[in-house]
């Protein structure tokens, strides 16, 4: 005898269950009959294809995740005082966005937007303008202070750009006022200012 025939000889008689029965196998060509897929190729009549819920669920995700950061930057973002005056005829415009940069200083009039005005002078100076400059303010004797003109490139926005410099977005209503100069102070020696 071979190990075969020794298994065989080991296990019980097999009964067959309700399954293979003819009560079990009406059952199961039933179920298959009723799932086997139509002439149009599509298991389930009249209704939508089973990828669409899955994109609409996860575009309504996307757009409520980005509403409620877009929320949360207008909510968040460094702004200043309602009350905020700039002093001052001049705007400064920054070589780059560091707190240290070269500044070059240029008059201001109402009715003048500050990013352009740098970026004019930015052409004049270099022959190129970045592409993205933003409006930042600083704050001076707590009510007041200048808006610095500062390039953008690397930020997504402008709070996130004013961030990196210590400053606030300039609100967009800002006009010069006489006063004294609106020129942020220059750090001395030993880090004073």
């Not at 190729?41 to 996860?58: E, H, I, L, M, Q």
């Not at 001049?90 to 240029?106: G, Q, V, W, Y």
């Not at 409006?135 to 709070?159: D, L, M, N, Y």
């Not at 977005?169 to 800002?174: E, G, I, N, Q, T």
């Amino acid at each position: 005898m071979n190990v075969e025939e020794m298994i065989r000889a080991a296990r019980p008689d097999r009964e067959p269950g309700w399954a293979e029965g003819t009560q079990g196998q009406r059952v199961l060509h039933t179920v298959l009959a009723s799932s086997a897929p139509t002439a149009a190729g599509s298991s389930r009549t009249g209704s939508r294809p089973r990828w669409v819920r899955p994109v609409v669920v996860a575009g309504v995700g996307l757009v409520a995740v980005t509403g409620l950061a877009g929320a949360a930057v207008l909510a968040f973002a460094p702004e200043p005082p309602p009350n905020w005056k700039v002093p001052g005829n001049s705007i400064a415009c920054a070589a780059e966005r560091t707190t240290n940069a070269d500044l070059s200083i240029r008059p201001w009039r109402a009715g003048d937007d500050p990013v352009d005005i740098c970026r004019r002078d930015w052409i004049s100076r270099t022959g190129t303008a970045p592409e993205t400059l933003y409006s930042c303010v600083f704050q001076k004797g707590g009510t007041g202070g200048g808006v610095v003109v500062i390039p953008g490139e690397g930020t997504h926005h402008a709070a996130q750009a004013c961030e990196t410099v210590e400053m606030f977005v300039a609100p967009a209503d800002l006009v010069p006022a006489p006063a004294d100069t609106n020129i942020p102070p220059r750090p001395t020696q030993g880090g004073g200012e």
